[in-house]
């Protein structure tokens, strides 16, 4: 029997593999999709992400990231990071990188999708392979989370989306920048020497050229024809009652997101993955809903502060108006999400 099964192979499911592995335990990772996997992600790694990956041993071609800019049509604030850049990366390079990682570990990879789930108080099964505990990295729309019923209603605050394209054109900025209009953000992070990823987040359900056009300034920058098709994903919020049940553990946008706004998606699954290993190493898989917890708190708190002010209207306005006037503030929450 092995000490954990990951179920999915995306970032967060390798990045879980990979710190098993190295804490020495035996690890197998099953993911019915042959990689590398693309999906609509901003691309842009926080130094604290950057920094978990290279604790892994993990080293991904990409882009430097100085900062975070704030845009509007009439102000603009920046703050760099206080020490080490993040990093601009593809997905799919993302996806490569770390599944190298796993493959000089040594970690196998099946092939299938993750079905028959049941566990008792000894092991789980899934796919066939009994384990000491499971790992649900299976995404936003996770199909474990669902199973064992740890999912909670949305709540009443509008269903948001995302979509991103990318554009062949040289970068013409090292930071994350984030254009606002009254009812979305665009996010630009630079990935390559001439490719530049374009975000779209808003409660709109509509095609990427009709989301991007009332971002004026920044369209008239990029090419007619985009690089690579859109891809979309939402809804984004997915409240979770508890990241555990029994020896069922969820990680990654499986455990819960609040918003993509501040960028910190990958951060949190990185840290997370590296708590859910410490808990199993110490045969205490209850203790995970608090680490998980603690390592979430700050983007919980700050996304969701975000958001309340972007969906009542009049004050939403002004959150780049009231950055640029008080630059400290802004570079303060961008040094904590640093």
């Not at 990409?62 to 993040?86: M, N």
Request: proline share 7%; with cysteine.
């Amino acid at each position: 029997m092995i000490d954990l099964l990951v179920a999915g192979g995306g970032p967060a499911g390798l990045a879980t593999a990979v710190n098993a592995a190295l804490a020495g335990l035996d690890v197998v990772i099953v993911e019915p999709r042959p990689g590398p996997v693309d999906k609509a992600c901003g691309e842009g790694l926080m130094p604290t992400a950057a920094r978990a990956l290279a604790e892994l041993g993990v080293t991904a071609d990409g882009r430097p990231l100085r900062g975070i800019r704030y845009l509007d049509a009439g102000h603009s604030v920046e703050a760099p990071f206080p020490t080490a850049p993040g990093q601009g990366v593809r997905r799919t390079e993302l996806h490569r990188a770390l599944s190298r990682r796993a493959a000089d570990l040594g970690i196998p990879v099946v092939t299938a999708r993750v079905d028959g789930l049941r566990q008792d108080g000894r092991s789980v099964t899934a796919a066939g392979i009994t384990a000491r505990y499971l790992a649900a990295a299976d995404g936003l729309h996770s199909r474990i989370r669902r199973e064992l019923g740890l999912g909670l209603h949305p709540g009443g605050r509008a269903a948001r989306y995302g979509q991103r394209r990318h554009f062949a054109v040289a970068p013409w900025t090292d930071y994350v920048e984030v254009h606002w209009t009254a009812r979305a953000e665009a996010y630009v992070t630079p990935v390559g020497a001439n490719l530049v990823g374009i975000s779209v987040l808003t409660e709109d359900r509509a095609p990427f050229e009709t989301l991007l056009a009332p971002f004026r300034e920044l369209a008239a920058r990029l090419p007619v024809a985009a690089a690579t098709g859109a891809r979309g994903a939402g809804p984004l919020r997915q409240r979770v009652r508890t990241p555990v049940a029994g020896r069922v553990l969820l990680v990654g946008d499986a455990a819960g997101y609040t918003d993509a706004l501040t960028g910190e998606g990958l951060a949190i699954a990185f840290h997370a993955a590296a708590e859910l290993v410490r808990c199993l190493r110490q045969d205490r898989p209850q203790d995970y809903d608090l680490a998980w917890r603690r390592v979430s708190r700050r983007y919980r708190l700050l996304t969701a502060s975000l958001l309340w002010l972007r969906t009542h209207r009049p004050l939403g306005q002004h959150i780049v108006p009231v950055a640029a006037r008080f630059p400290a503030l802004f570079t303060a929450a961008v040094h904590r999400l640093a």
